[in-house]
């Protein structure tokens, strides 16, 4: 038994218990002399230390792959029952790490250690230099054997995958396990199943070992890009047809970090994008951080895709800013990824919410935003461009300067920024419900050049009735002293309507309507008439254009302008209206038909303590509602992308809300009441 009593810098004392020294213990010291410190690219870590007795030993620690290409000749057997050993952990899911070591002559070891203070000191590639060194003494290791951990997927992963599968979205995994592990999570995680056809590409195949048994890496490395390039033609071809058949199998792909080394190259990259585009779930296992960027930047360039990565350590900082977007998960593993990344999240599960959710609500909001503006302003850009015909393109203007500058920046301002925080077609729960409505924004259904063609027609027939319907009447209307309408009582009534027309226009536009819209347009407009009553009625020898002066108080003592103010937002719109209900009732969107199915149900959203709740609720729902009940703090297990929450239950039962027991919370609950009992 060794327990390790305390560490410095320099020391490291450990309490031994030996078999044959049954109650006794001893207090031993060992000096640490060089620290080879573990990165991405090495995938392995090392130390050099000093026994008691002077001996020199190094130990490494790394992944099976590193392991075994730096193990010396002899333990065949030991090296063969490891290596069945591993694969079994991965087949289970866990997580696995080989241990070696290499006892240093002191001549051997002096000599080294001259090049790596050199190396260290060293101010340029100073990282290089250090790998190279580590790479001439972390050969020829003799294995002492394997660990293995578990780490389990975070509550609501597997069911987050698959929803964000419904949705339309490609997922692919991206990570440093072994093979048999990867797979393993991937089964987890809903990513593969036994109907699916995988297609893996493997360097641990019985032709590569016999190979990388003879040391010859030029060998090897032409071997490896052979057969990769070969399995990818295979797959290839093999591939369409399951494409034929309506009810045939999804296709998976599955590739190491050896072969996707070369499978990256560009004789072979076009196939193997060709082949990963048309799997329904991509798994690349003991990939690199560089492998994973590259990966990414390979879907990013090569098939024009949005990209989107996430991930919670140090090694996935590359691959997140790789991609278009970037969001790192926040917990014990550091804050690397976090820092790096475009968004944050607690858990892996809020990726659901995210992207369903506010992603959507986001993204249709923004395509109303845009389109809102583009239709506003062309509307009354329009009926100045009219007005132009009229007057032979003299260059009078037809709005006063002030109407034109304060159009954009308070008549119509605020509603659209309503607009912009507060629309929702469809509430979070129902979002979630129909993950398939994402699929909107990815064929881009709310912004495309047919979107913009109905908002520019419906912009220009709004702009012809504000100009010539008012233009028209006006010619035949008298103020109340009998004289005709000028230029500037036409141009603010034809301004007036413009401004009501475009605020009523956006309650139109909007899916859910609160007290803002009408706080927002019904004060935009009356934010227009008090202007308007103080601009035109107020005159200083100052004043720049004294023909505004009285207008609107002429205007509002005529019949004429209430009946205009009616009549010409009412035509202006009635197209709006009809297209509207047209295509809601002919052509409706996907969320309007959810809209129509779920319209007579309660605004408000059913707690998870509701019976008709929990009647409908699988049982991993239930215990995932009962757990979101309990205090917040309860759990420190939150933080990593495959942890396991361990203490729900208990908790869960401490609070009086019964909660399905998992074999891990027994075991833990076992654990901890052996421990409490007395001696």
């Given at each position: 038994m060794f327990f390790l009593c305390r560490r410095t810098p320099t020391m490291i004392y450990v309490r031994e218990s030996h078999v044959e020294k049954m109650g006794k213990t001893q207090d031993v010291s060992?000096?640490?002399?060089?620290?080879?410190?573990?990165?991405?690219?090495?995938?392995?870590?090392?130390?050099?230390?000093?026994?008691?007795?002077?001996?020199?030993?190094?130990?490494?620690?790394?992944?099976?792959?590193?392991?075994?290409?730096?193990?010396?000749?002899?333990?065949?057997?030991?090296?063969?029952?490891?290596?069945?050993?591993?694969?079994?952990?991965?087949?289970?899911g866990l997580r696995t790490l080989c241990l070696a070591y290499r006892d240093l002559a002191p001549d051997l070891y002096e000599s080294w250690n001259e090049k790596f203070i050199t190396a260290k000191s060293s101010l340029r590639d100073r990282e290089k230099r250090l790998?190279?060194?580590?790479?001439?003494?972390?050969?020829?290791?003799?294995?002492?054997?394997?660990?293995?951990?578990?780490?389990?997927?975070?509550?609501?992963?597997?069911?987050?995958?698959?929803?964000?599968?419904?949705?339309?979205?490609?997922?692919?995994?991206?990570?440093?396990?072994?093979?048999?592990?990867?797979?393993?999570?991937?089964?987890?995680?809903?990513?593969?199943?036994?109907?699916?056809?995988?297609?893996?590409?493997?360097?641990?195949?019985?032709?590569i070992r016999e190979v990388e048994e003879r040391g010859d890496q030029t060998e090897i490395a032409r071997f490896m890009k052979e057969e990769v390039k070969k399995q990818l033609k295979q797959f290839l071809d093999e591939a369409p047809q399951y494409f034929c058949s309506?009810?045939?199998?999804?296709?998976?792909?599955?590739?190491?970090?050896?072969?996707?080394?070369?499978?990256?190259?560009?004789?072979?990259?076009?196939?193997?994008?060709?082949?990963?585009?048309?799997?329904?779930?991509?798994?690349?296992?003991?990939?690199?951080?560089?492998?994973?960027?590259?990966?990414?930047?390979?879907?990013?360039?090569?098939?024009?895709?949005?990209?989107?990565?996430?991930?919670?350590?140090?090694?996935?900082?590359?691959?997140?800013?790789?991609?278009?977007?970037?969001?790192?998960?926040?917990?014990?593993?550091?804050?690397?990824?976090?820092?790096?990344?475009?968004?944050?999240?607690?858990?892996?599960?809020?990726?659901?919410?995210?992207?369903?959710?506010?992603?959507?609500?986001s993204y249709?909001?923004?395509?109303?935003?845009?389109m809102y503006f583009f239709y506003k302003n062309l509307a009354f850009t329009l009926t100045q461009f009219w007005f132009t015909f009229g007057t032979g393109f003299s260059g009078q203007r037809f709005y006063d300067d002030w109407f034109q500058s304060l159009y954009n920046v308070i008549f119509t301002a605020l509603p659209v920024v309503i607009v912009g925080l507060f629309d929702q077609d469809i509430s979070s729960s129902l979002s979630k419900k129909y993950p398939e409505l994402y699929k909107e924004g990815v064929r881009n259904m709310f912004f495309n050049r047919r979107i913009v063609a109905i908002w520019a027609c419906f912009a220009v027939?709004?702009?012809?009735?504000?100009?010539?319907?008012?233009?028209?009447?006006?010619?035949?209307?008298?103020?109340?002293?009998?004289?005709?309408?000028?230029?500037?009582?036409?141009?603010?009534?034809?301004?007036t309507c413009v401004v009501v027309t475009v605020n009523l226009r956006l309650l139109m536009m909007c899916n859910s309507i609160t007290r803002w819209h009408y706080i927002s347009v019904g004060g935009s407009i009356i934010v227009w008439f008090v202007?308007?009553?103080?601009?035109?009625?107020?005159?200083?020898?100052?004043?720049?254009?004294?023909?505004?002066?009285?207008?609107?108080?002429?205007?509002?003592?005529?019949?004429?302008?209430?009946?205009?103010?009616?009549?010409?937002?009412?035509?202006?719109?009635?197209?709006?209206?009809?297209?509207?209900?047209?295509?809601?009732?002919?052509?409706?969107?996907?969320?309007?038909?959810?809209?129509?199915?779920?319209?007579?149900?309660a605004d408000s959203i059913n707690t998870p303590d509701s019976e008709e709740t929990k009647e409908h609720l699988t049982p991993d729902e239930a215990r995932s509602n009962a757990i979101s009940q309990l205090p917040k703090e309860v759990s420190k297990h939150s933080g990593f992308a495959f942890d396991s929450p361990g203490y729900e239950s208990f908790f869960a039962t401490q609070f009086g809300k019964y909660v399905p027991p998992k074999a891990w919370d027994v075991a833990r609950r076992a654990s901890m009441k052996s421990k409490s009992k007395p001696k």
């Amino acid at each position: 038994m060794f327990f390790l009593c305390r560490r410095t810098p320099t020391m490291i004392y450990v309490r031994e218990s030996h078999v044959e020294k049954m109650g006794k213990t001893q207090d031993v010291s060992y000096e640490i002399l060089n620290v080879l410190e573990f990165n991405s690219t090495r995938k392995r870590q090392s130390v050099v230390c000093r026994y008691p007795d002077g001996r020199l030993v190094l130990y490494c620690k790394g992944a099976d792959t590193v392991i075994y290409e730096r193990l010396g000749t002899g333990n065949d057997d030991l090296n063969k029952v490891t290596r069945v050993h591993l694969e079994q952990f991965g087949s289970a899911g866990l997580r696995t790490l080989c241990l070696a070591y290499r006892d240093l002559a002191p001549d051997l070891y002096e000599s080294w250690n001259e090049k790596f203070i050199t190396a260290k000191s060293s101010l340029r590639d100073r990282e290089k230099r250090l790998d190279e060194v580590a790479e001439l003494i972390e050969k020829e290791l003799i294995l002492i054997g394997a660990t293995a951990i578990e780490d389990k997927l975070q509550e609501g992963v597997p069911n987050c995958i698959q929803t964000l599968s419904r949705a339309g979205i490609k997922i692919w995994v991206l990570t440093g396990d072994k093979i048999e592990t990867a797979i393993n999570i991937a089964y987890a995680c809903n990513l593969l199943n036994n109907e699916m056809k995988q297609f893996i590409i493997s360097s641990e195949t019985d032709a590569i070992r016999e190979v990388e048994e003879r040391g010859d890496q030029t060998e090897i490395a032409r071997f490896m890009k052979e057969e990769v390039k070969k399995q990818l033609k295979q797959f290839l071809d093999e591939a369409p047809q399951y494409f034929c058949s309506p009810s045939g199998p999804k296709l998976a792909l599955v590739i190491d970090g050896k072969c996707l080394m070369y499978a990256l190259e560009p004789s072979l990259r076009i196939m193997l994008l060709t082949l990963s585009l048309n799997c329904s779930s991509v798994v690349c296992c003991r990939v690199s951080p560089l492998q994973k960027a590259q990966v990414t930047s390979l879907v990013k360039k090569g098939a024009r895709k949005i990209t989107l990565s996430i991930g919670d350590g140090a090694n996935d900082v590359s691959m997140i800013q790789a991609a278009h977007i970037g969001i790192g998960i926040s917990g014990l593993e550091g804050m690397q990824a976090v820092m790096a990344s475009d968004f944050a999240i607690a858990q892996f599960r809020f990726l659901e919410d995210l992207l369903l959710v506010h992603g959507r609500w986001s993204y249709i909001r923004l395509c109303k935003v845009v389109m809102y503006f583009f239709y506003k302003n062309l509307a009354f850009t329009l009926t100045q461009f009219w007005f132009t015909f009229g007057t032979g393109f003299s260059g009078q203007r037809f709005y006063d300067d002030w109407f034109q500058s304060l159009y954009n920046v308070i008549f119509t301002a605020l509603p659209v920024v309503i607009v912009g925080l507060f629309d929702q077609d469809i509430s979070s729960s129902l979002s979630k419900k129909y993950p398939e409505l994402y699929k909107e924004g990815v064929r881009n259904m709310f912004f495309n050049r047919r979107i913009v063609a109905i908002w520019a027609c419906f912009a220009v027939y709004q702009s012809l009735v504000f100009f010539y319907f008012v233009s028209l009447s006006s010619s035949t209307s008298r103020d109340s002293d009998g004289k005709m309408f000028g230029l500037w009582d036409v141009s603010t009534m034809a301004f007036t309507c413009v401004v009501v027309t475009v605020n009523l226009r956006l309650l139109m536009m909007c899916n859910s309507i609160t007290r803002w819209h009408y706080i927002s347009v019904g004060g935009s407009i009356i934010v227009w008439f008090v202007f308007i009553f103080v601009y035109s009625g107020i005159m200083t020898r100052f004043d720049r254009n004294d023909n505004m002066f009285w207008v609107i108080y002429v205007l509002m003592s005529t019949s004429y302008f209430y009946v205009t103010l009616l009549l010409v937002p009412v035509a202006a719109l009635l197209g709006d209206f009809l297209y509207l209900g047209v295509q809601r009732w002919f052509f409706p969107y996907d969320y309007q038909i959810v809209q129509e199915s779920h319209k007579d149900d309660a605004d408000s959203i059913n707690t998870p303590d509701s019976e008709e709740t929990k009647e409908h609720l699988t049982p991993d729902e239930a215990r995932s509602n009962a757990i979101s009940q309990l205090p917040k703090e309860v759990s420190k297990h939150s933080g990593f992308a495959f942890d396991s929450p361990g203490y729900e239950s208990f908790f869960a039962t401490q609070f009086g809300k019964y909660v399905p027991p998992k074999a891990w919370d027994v075991a833990r609950r076992a654990s901890m009441k052996s421990k409490s009992k007395p001696k």
